[in-house]
């Protein structure tokens, strides 16, 4: 019977093209990674409501969002390889929270990480937080990235 270290561990990464997504992958690579894991990077385009335009310019919208989906994904896979991680991309439209939920579950995943955009409690209020969808709804532990505050960093160079 194979030991529980033998077992590929299954870790999802919730990547976008913000610095936010970039460093929580960093975090991951840097800290976390290990030889046998299984990486799934889970990417939700921002969708636009297309319902009151035109077919032209929903079938413009719609090729720039693949546009962008394939650069990105494109962008990590490079990542992958020069971090040594082995894995997949997968992308899905819908609520991005519900949408890396479902797919960390069905990749069933050991481990979500996420970044965070660090928005104060009136705009989370407002405008919901992905990770904080995330931290309550997953079935596997989340790990919550959040970005450091360059002003502080700075000053603690000078």
Known sequence: MASKSENKRVV???VDDSNHAADAFQYYVDRIKRDNDKVCL???????DLQFASPATADKILEEVKEKVTALEAK???KMKENG???KFR???GKPGEVICK?????KADLVVIGTRGLGKVRRTLLGSVSDFVVHHSHVPVLVCRQEDV???QQKKA
């Not at 889970?42 to 636009?48: A, D, F, K, R, Y």
């Not at 797919?103 to 990749?107: I, K, R, Y």
């Open 12 to 14: 999802v990464v919730a």
């Open 42 to 48: 889970v990417h939700v385009p921002e969708m636009l």
């Open 76 to 78: 990590y896979e490079d």
């Open 85 to 87: 991680c082995s894995g």
């Open 91 to 93: 992308t899905s439209t």
């Open 103 to 107: 797919l960390a579950h069905e990749e």
């Open 151 to 153: 002003s502080k960093h």
